[in-house]
């Protein structure tokens, strides 16, 4: 179990607006939030100083922590890489697999932290991430290792590949693994690592990377793997034409009946992308309360086209947004993100069809639905602190008149940032990590992987 050594009582002094994400969808004004023993305590105006540790915020919008529901962390490595910085999806993997192949634990836990750190920088306090490649030695434990010491609440999946090229998959074949050492890892990570406790730091998931790089038997083991264990399920599904083109191909059917045949529908399975999902499989997800992390970036990134979440949204569908893997982004940005999604959706579908609150709660409330976590997501008391500050005085939102619309004026980078209780970001800085120092260390990996 991991648990992070709590800050004394902290009470947010006057915010000129919270936006709550309750269930109300309440905005206050000129209201206080006090934080003790890692959970919100007290919200409301004019609340007793006492011992509490003060953190004014009346030129300041509060807002949830965001959530970032699909991540690939070990990729801050190999961020912008001549050949991959204009293929389509298989053919950017086709560039960047003999480079990760190279990876090994020190480049999991290094590119972990640098992930993270840049998240947390962009008010982002949960992070799900999907490793599903383990050379030489390489560990799900090294990204653990490392969110522990950055400090965000972490919910790492132990991915898995098994068709490699001389089997007709897409990796080489050195970064496979057979599937009875797959499923037995599972269950090492799961017993050592999960969490299932309100306020949890560190919850396991299992994901298969994808229907492309596993067997229908692992693709239906894991399933039943995860239910067994209690953990939820998570890969990637219907991202752009060719992936459907292959999943026609291979298994004579779409990616959500797939998905379906084989039990990767239900209220613990997400799924990333989900770009060309169809009619049928919106009202599957919705039906079966599936869950689908969002990437706009991402999918810009590598052309793979617009996801309906209009449609989702609509019909019920929970969202999530994820920043996708900085070798596909290339930037792990939650705010930006939010602002993504909501521009794309207007430019297919109108300008009235997202608004600036509707994406900034997808980024808030929306992930923790999507994670299964009830704890988090919103500012009520009783809920953990997990909350952003962001500094409404500066340059990017001079002259704003709504102020809270942060997804169009900003800022795009947090002041200060709560986890649990604990202070991860303050005035703008990493607490937790020597940030030069870190960067650093990333910077000296990323050139032994190009030399």
């Excluded at 030129?59 to 962390?73: D, E, I, S």
């Excluded at 799900?140 to 950055?150: M, N, R, S, Y």
Aim: glycine share 10%; aromatic share 4%; charged share 20%.
């Amino acid at each position: 179990m991991l648990k992070t050594n709590l800050d004394p009582s902290i009470l947010i002094r006057n915010a000129q607006v919270a936006l709550t994400m309750n269930d109300a969808e309440e905005e206050l004004q000129g209201v206080d939030i006090r934080l003790e023993n890692g959970v919100i305590a007290e919200i409301g105006s004019g609340l007793e100083t006492g011992r509490s540790e003060l953190v004014l915020a009346d030129q300041a919008v509060v807002t949830p922590g965001l959530v970032n529901t699909h991540h690939h962390l070990y990729q801050t490595l190999t961020r912008a890489v001549p050949g991959g910085q204009d293929a389509l999806l298989f053919g950017w993997l086709k560039t960047l697999y003999p480079i990760w192949s190279r990876f090994g634990p020190e480049e999991m836990r290094v590119s972990a932290m640098v992930g993270l750190s840049e998240l947390a920088l962009s008010g982002c306090t949960l992070s799900s991430d999907h490793l599903y490649l383990y050379p030489n030695g390489a560990r799900l434990e090294d990204t653990i290792d490392g969110a522990k010491e950055v400090g965000l609440r972490f919910h790492p999946t132990r991915g898995a590949m098994s068709i490699g090229e001389s089997g007709g998959g897409l990796p080489p074949d050195e970064l496979v693994q057979n599937e009875p050492a797959i499923l037995e890892d599972c269950i090492r990570v799961i017993d050592a690592f999960h969490d299932p406790s309100e306020g949890s730091m560190c919850r396991v998931g299992v994901a298969p990377c994808s229907p492309f790089s596993v067997t229908r038997d692992l693709m239906r083991d894991a399933a039943l793997l995860a239910r067994d264990k209690g953990v939820m399920l998570h890969t990637h599904l219907a991202e752009n034409d060719e992936d459907i083109a292959y999943s026609q191909a291979q298994f004579g059917c779409r990616p959500g009946d797939y998905a379906e045949e084989l039990g990767w529908v239900g209220d613990d399975v997400w799924h990333a992308h989900c770009v060309k999902l169809d009619s049928r499989e919106i009202n599957l997800f919705s039906n079966t309360s599936t869950g689908v992390a969002h990437c706009p970036c991402s999918n810009c990134r590598l052309g793979s086209g617009i996801a309906p979440v209009r449609q989702m949204r609509d019909a019920g569908v929970k969202i999530g947004l994820g920043v996708d893997g900085s070798a596909s982004n290339d930037q792990g940005n939650l705010m930006d993100e939010a602002r993504q999604a909501m521009l794309l959706q207007r430019v297919a579908y109108g300008a009235d069809k997202m608004s600036t609150r509707e994406a900034l709660k997808i980024a808030t409330r929306g992930g923790a639905e999507v994670l299964g976590r009830s704890d988090v997501g919103q500012l009520a008391v009783g809920k953990r602190a997990d909350i952003a500050i962001w500094d409404i005085s500066t340059i990017e939102s001079a002259g704003s008149w709504d102020p809270a619309a942060l997804v169009l004026a900003g800022p795009r980078r947090v002041r200060d940032l709560f986890v649990e209780g604990r202070q991860i970001v303050r005035d703008g800085q990493m607490t937790t990590v020597d940030m030069g120092a870190l960067v650093a260390h990333q910077n000296r990996l990323a050139l032994g992987l190009m030399a």
